[in-house]
């Protein structure tokens, strides 16, 4: 699918961290649109999703309901999110998500779910994403979009643009996990869902992990959606997030796994999130971000 539709998610509604919402502006002036158009892909900028999102720096993080910060703004912002991702597969362009925080995923997922049958989603990042408001240690919606999407917490989240599940947990796969809370540990475990932690890529490597990821889904699903949190790579890399976790990705693993992804013609849409420039070194993050896009799309590094 050579034409590509970038999408701004500029929401900070899902934690408490102001920034993040300035994430997909950085990434951009890293250059992003020229590095992917350099590969040969038509780009289409739909700027960032528009409405009123305005971030109230002084009430930011108020919990609205059930143990849940910025309610209405998170699932006001994910509507628009996900008509935009929605018209963007009716086009028949692959829409890249640019963050903005991780709760953009209840969006970017409702918004492509109606367009596959077996959606398959490969979870890229240092947490499961798999709370809700009665597991969740903080009440930060970043980290419950996965269990949203898979159907489990509020209503109102679970059935975002379309009711209903949007990704079945035997179509997901985590990789990188390193800081997983107990409900979260538990789902997985009832669940039964397909988990890579950084002691299992230490151990088989990020190239086995990734085929056996793609291995795991090519066969029972019909498109796999990629959501890439920068928080998966170690904080030496990406020390521009909101939840660094110690022991992660390095870059190059991380162009490897993207290689892997664009050989295996699975990936029909992708998220890049959780950057953030006012933790960043020299916009240092938002460049590894252009660079992770790159390899996904098909850039091959020769020494």
């Given at each position: 699918m050579k034409k590509l539709d970038i999408i701004g998610a500029s929401t900070s509604f899902g934690q408490p961290k102001l920034?993040?919402?300035?994430?997909?502006?950085?990434?951009?002036?890293?250059?992003?649109?020229?590095?992917?158009?350099?590969?040969?892909?038509?780009?289409n900028?739909?700027?960032?999703?528009?409405?009123?999102?305005?971030?109230?720096?002084?009430g930011h993080s108020k919990k609205e309901e059930s143990n849940l910060l910025n309610f209405e703004g998170v699932l006001n912002f994910n509507e628009h999110?996900?008509?935009?991702?929605?018209?963007?597969?009716?086009a028949g362009h692959f829409p890249l998500v640019l963050g903005g925080d991780h709760s953009l995923a209840i969006g970017s997922l409702a918004g492509i779910s109606s367009h596959y049958e077996n959606l398959g989603v490969i979870w890229y990042d240092a947490h499961g994403d798999l709370n809700d408001s009665h597991t969740s240690p903080s009440g930060n919606i970043h980290g419950m979009p996965l269990a949203a999407s898979c159907g489990v917490g509020h209503e109102r989240m679970v059935n975002l643009y379309n009711d209903g599940v949007k990704v079945k947990p035997e179509n997901v796969v985590l990789v990188g996990m390193r800081d997983l809370d107990e409900g979260e540990k538990k789902y997985i475990k009832d669940n039964n869902?397909?988990?890579?932690?950084?002691?299992?890529?230490?151990?088989?490597?990020?190239?086995?992990?990734?085929?056996?990821?793609?291995?795991?889904?090519k066969d029972k699903t019909d498109g796999i959606h990629l959501s890439l949190d920068v928080d998966a790579l170690d904080p030496v890399e990406t020390p521009g997030t909101g939840t660094p976790v110690d022991?992660?990705?390095?870059?190059?693993?991380?162009?490897?796994?993207?290689?892997?992804?664009n050989k295996s013609e699975r990936i029909t849409s992708m998220d890049l999130?959780?950057?953030?420039p006012l933790l960043d070194e020299k916009n240092k993050t938002a460049e590894k971000a252009v660079e992770i896009a790159a390899h996904l799309f098909g850039k091959v590094q020769r020494y």
């Open positions: 920034g993040v919402d300035l994430g997909p502006d950085a990434i951009r002036y890293a250059g992003l649109s020229k590095t992917l158009s350099d590969l040969g892909y038509d780009i900028d739909k700027g960032n999703i528009s409405g009123d999102f305005k971030v109230d720096v002084a999110l996900a008509k935009s991702v929605d018209e963007s597969i009716t869902i397909l988990t890579f932690t950084m002691v299992d890529i230490r151990e088989k490597g990020i190239k086995a992990v990734m085929e056996e990821a793609v291995s795991y889904l022991g992660g990705l390095s870059l190059s693993e991380t162009q490897l796994a993207m290689r892997i992804l999130v959780e950057v953030n």
